[in-house]
């Protein structure tokens, strides 16, 4: 595994979509364009299904190790202006889209969520839902919180409109990792957070860890998952930290790259962990995750239902995701488009009416057929490709370019079909980026990507 880690441990992407956001080729996407693409999805698909994200980027500190679109503030006069313009941007699309659509989910991403009052978070899905509560069997409903900042009132509010997932995000409990990350969070914390959930009744709770972090040592993903599985979350996220600091500038720089763990050392840290989860009846889906077999996401990897987008991994197989507020990213099929990533600048178009799109992507066929491949990778580490391709020789690229992982073991041809081994899953990433035409076509990849691995 070590000389496999040191071979396959390069920069690539991670997949929540392809083609990936460094390639796509329209940065000034029309609006009229990209409605269209949505409701070609409602035509063709014959489906008015979505699912639906809402960026809250407000935090009160900053975490060095996190990438996410944020804004670091304490002033919580910021929350009603941003709510109200996320309500007003949701409206834009009600207008214009042609379709009455249907949420079948909807997911508070961030930032941190529970910066933001419980009852400013209810105003806000009261508007986008027009209801007062949610039956939760027709709209799976789910947020991301941080346990120092999440009350009981959030927890009791949100689960009383239709919510029963949430996401807590811990990372690791070493005090001296916590140090370098700037997020000082005693297990006792989440905890209380965790118990509360679950005398409230929420049926999905998931814990964020990550490995690679700076400082981190194999005693310290030991005790993390030790203290988790005495909670026993429904499901684990376990992600590999991206260290990006060209992208995110001084906050990713609180540390020196000297503290951070590499290639295989960083590599043992998940393996550790998985074998600590597995043994506990944990089920590795899919690229860092794990969940418990009664849980929905166990049921759909097992049944091959599992999806990818924006959000992560889901069990709702929704073709259209509608990203609201600053930065969030929505997904037609057939495009996708980024929202203003400046809070002001977002709040000012959306006040004067605008969809307030920056840049995006019109598939095209190729583009279609590659993304098909690499879903399926990602969720079921396996995949057929067409008996006709979109353009001659795209097959043959592929597996030439698939030929080392073939010799590796990492992967199995039979035929038509491409089957990620046991052995391979840990390189699925490298496996999806030999089917990426557009890596392909690219001599340019330094500071675009995190590592693989």
Known sequence: MKNLVEKYNVPGPRYTSYPTVPFWKNNALNVDAWM??????????NSG?????????????????????????????????????????WQHYTSRIEFSPTIKELHFGGGTPTFFQADELIRLVKS???AESIDPKESELSFEAHPNNTTDEHLQK????????LSLGIQDYSPTVQQAINRIQPFED???VHDKAREIGYKSISHDLVFGLPKQRIGDIIDTVEKTLTLRPDRIALYSYAHVPWIKGNGQRGYDETDLPQDSEKRALYER??????????????????ALEHDELAIAFKAKNLHRNFMGYTTQNTKFLLGLGMSAISDSWFGFAQNEKNTEAYIKQVNEGIIPIFRGHLLSDVDLEIRQYILDLMCHFETILA??????????GIKSRLQGLLKDDLIKIEGRKITVTEKGIPF?????????????????RKNMFSKTI
Request: some cysteine; proline content about 3%.
């Open 36 to 45: 269209t693409t949505i409701n070609r999805n409602h035509a063709e698909f």
């Open 387 to 396: 008996e006709e391709e979109s353009v001659p020789s795209l097959h043959d």
């Open 190 to 192: 989440v905890k209380k």
């Open 128 to 130: 986008i839902f027009n």
């Open 428 to 444: 699925v990433r490298n496996c999806c980026m030999a089917f990426d035409q557009d890596l392909a076509d690219s001599k340019e």
């Open 158 to 165: 949100l689960h009383t409109f239709g919510f029963r997932r």
């Open 49 to 89: 299904d979505m699912s639906l994200y809402i960026h809250l980027p407000y935090c009160e500190s900053l975490c060095t190790f996190c990438g996410c679109h944020k804004r670091i503030t304490k002033n919580h006069a910021v929350e009603e202006p941003y709510i109200d313009a996320v309500i007003k941007e």
């Open 273 to 290: 962990a998985k074998i600590m989860l597995e043994s506990e009846g944990y089920i590795e889906i899919g690229m860092d995750h794990f």
